[in-house]
């Protein structure tokens, strides 16, 4: 059963308020650790994927959501697995594009007082609680990230990625930034941020603004040639095995 919008806010301010009781910041601890091991276990055998990010707001007949689908289609066909936030809007168009397409649909999915729902669209799931475990996961497994036009929490993800990646805390994946009109202001700030020093001229290169899925993927493609690792093995007495990513 779902939980009350209530019960969801209380949960948030209750570990953001400041300090608990030992026992109760412990109890917190340990159920985040089960997330973390859940989730990990379930990703575990994924393979070479591609996170979307984006509003969950846009409907179907809006270009945006029409774009997210060619996205999560050209992606599956380039074998890679689409992973998502796991809601409507441009997450469900991306699951929705690489899961018609036979392609690997993952969404890393969350509970929120409104707007988040799960999508159709998913091979496989995995539900997290709190947003920082589920940023961990669609960062974890992924080898590009592609931003859609979304609010504040797509632009706090975009920035993020782009930091870690800055900073050398992940690797050195591609970027792609689809809606140029939209990020229009997003790109020109970019540029401030370069003519003022507070980033360097070659943070520049860290993304890729288009609006051509093509150019975003031959982009991807100029990156990542090289740089799949060697494939993970299963272990028995753990009780794995080589289909899990496709559960």
Not at 25 to 34: D, L, Q, S, Y
Not at 115 to 138: A, C, D, G, W
Not at 171 to 198: A, D, H, L, W
Request: charged share 25%; net charge neutral.
């Amino acid at each position: 059963m779902a939980e009350s919008p209530e019960k969801l806010i209380t949960q948030g301010v209750d570990y953001l308020e400041g300090p608990n009781s030992r026992w109760k910041e412990f109890v917190f601890t340990v159920k985040v650790m089960i997330q973390f091991i859940r989730g990990f276990r379930k990703m575990h055998f994924l393979g070479p994927s591609v996170t979307v990010f984006g509003s969950a707001r846009f409907k179907e007949d809006h270009p945006y959501y029409r774009l997210a689908v060619e996205v999560g289609k050209v992606f599956s066909d380039m074998g890679f697995a689409v992973m998502t936030g796991g809601g409507p809007g441009i997450m469900e168009a991306a699951n929705k594009g690489a899961f018609e397409n036979k392609g690997l649909s993952v969404g890393c999915t969350i509970q929120l007082p409104k707007e988040q729902t799960s999508n159709p669209y998913m091979n496989k799931s995995v539900h997290f609680e709190h947003f920082f475990i589920r940023k961990v996961l669609l960062l974890k497994y992924s080898y590009a990230f592609i931003v859609l036009p979304g609010g504040f929490g797509t632009l706090d993800e975009l920035f993020e990625t782009l930091t870690l990646i800055q900073t050398k805390i992940i690797q050195n994946f591609p970027v792609v930034v689809m809606g140029t009109e939209y990020y229009k202001c997003i790109r020109s700030q970019i540029e401030v941020m370069v003519r003022e020093g507070t980033i360097d001229e070659n943070d520049m290169k860290l993304v890729l603004f288009t609006d051509d899925v093509n150019e975003a993927a031959d982009h991807v493609k100029s990156y990542i040639k090289h740089k799949y690792p060697s494939k993970i093995k299963p272990s028995w007495i753990l009780g794995e095995n080589g289909n899990q990513a496709s559960r």
